[in-house]
Each structure stands twice: as C-alpha cells, then as structure tokens.
C-alpha cells in the first residue's frame, strides 16, 4: 500500500522558534497534500490543502503566516510553525493524495504524525 | 451542512462480541464514506470505504452499512479482538466537482476498548 513518512515523529522546541516537520510519499506521486492539527481525544482538523506547486489553502482561523506550507514536489510537503509558542503545542499530522491512480480521488493515506512540544 | 455526527463517543466490548459505531450526514453531496482507525501516537490508517452505490461492504471481520435515504452509515466489528482497541473516525468526502480539493470531513470519533 501506499506509504506516507512524517518527520519527525516527536520534537521539543523553545519558545520563539521556528519548527519544520516533513511530509514525504514514498511509493507514490502526491498531486494534494493535507495537513491536519489533532488535540488529545478529539478529531482531526484541517489545517490546509496543497497542490504540487501552488500556494496552499488555509482552512478559516488558520493562521497562514504563522503555519507555513510547501508543496514543491510531488513526493515531499512541509510544514513550518514560525515563532511557535506553547499553545502551538499539538499533534500535527500530514495525509497525501493521488488523484490520478488511486482508487478512489479522495482516498487519503496518513503519515504517522509529529508531536510538537512548545517550552 | 458540513458535519459528521458519530456516535457513541466510547464503546466498551467483551472479546468475541460486536463493536457498531454509527454516522450521520447532512451534505447530500457527500459520495464517498472512508473509516478510519487510529492507535495511539500514530496517524489514521484506513480500514474500509464505501461509495452510496451500495448499502453494504464487507472486509474480513469489518464492514460498513450505508442508508442512502436516512443519511447514515455505520462500522460493524466482528469477533471484537482487544487489538482493535483504538478510536475509530468515519468521514465523508465528495468529488468536489472534479476539482483537486475533494476534503474529507471527520466524525468526532469513538474510543473503542475491547476487554479480553
């Protein structure tokens, strides 16, 4: 099946940095990228959706200066918390999409998700 | 219009019963109804889809139940193991029109607990 690698899985950072986590399809071309925020026992939520060289598209109440997100290959998306602080300590997970040969277009494979820890 | 109710927020089973956890939409667009199981620390992995051209999928001891007319749709576990213990999220997605955009939207999830 096809695999979605997320880096890294756990990162503790100080106050007032910058964090960059790592979305990468190993076996298959990525045409959308999703990027999820997730808080303890509660659902998933969409923070953006990007094309493979576009600019992303930010969900409502999403800060686009503060979670910055590239696409520019078909395997590889990241996600960048600028100037990140304690409240952006959560549960961040990427989910990639093949449009043109998966089975279905919106079949959706997860990496395994990035715990950020903000000091 | 965009939510997905699911329900119940936690099931507790014995080993060998049945686990259903059910889901209800409003968005008739919606056509494409992926089940998601999820451990702990670790992302969603999909366990079984199903489009509304069909009431009923089956994979192994998983299957999905669809209502077309009453806009729910449900995951029937059988043979509970408590391996299967983990939170459980329904969603559903449309096309989208064709566009790249086709967004899933998720139910609130159902932590599962399958005593041995």
């Known amino acids: 099946g096809a695999v979605v690698s997320q880096h890294p899985s756990w990162v503790i950072c100080k106050s007032g940095t910058s964090v960059k986590i790592e979305c990468r399809s190993l076996d298959f071309q990525a045409t959308t990228m999703f990027w999820y925020r997730q808080f303890p026992k509660q659902s998933l939520m969409l923070m953006a959706t990007?094309?493979?060289?576009?600019?992303?598209?930010?969900e409502q109440g999403v800060e686009k200066d503060k979670f910055l997100i590239n696409h520019a290959s078909l395997t590889l998306s990241t996600l960048t918390v600028t100037s990140a602080h304690p409240e952006d300590s959560s549960f961040y997970i990427c989910s990639a999409r093949d449009r043109w040969t998966s089975g279905s277009p919106l079949l959706q494979y997860f990496g395994a998700g990035t715990r950020l820890s903000v000091l | 219009q965009q939510q997905v109710k699911q329900s119940p927020q936690s099931l507790i089973v014995q080993k060998g019963g049945i686990s259903i956890i059910n889901c209800a939409y409003e968005?008739?667009?919606?056509?494409?109804f992926p089940w998601y199981q999820q451990f702990p620390g670790k992302g969603p992995a999909l366990l079984i889809a199903i489009r509304p051209d069909v009431s009923e999928k089956k994979e192994g001891r998983f299957t999905i139940s669809f209502n077309k007319s009453a806009k729910q749709f449900s995951l029937h576990i059988m043979d509970s193991q408590p391996g299967d213990s983990a939170t459980y999220f329904c969603a559903a997605g449309d096309y989208a029109g064709g566009t790249s955009y086709g967004k899933l939207t998720f139910g609130q999830g159902t932590i599962l607990t399958v005593h041995p």
């Open positions: 968005n008739t667009a919606f056509d494409y």
């Open positions: 990007s094309n493979e060289g576009s600019k992303a598209t930010y």
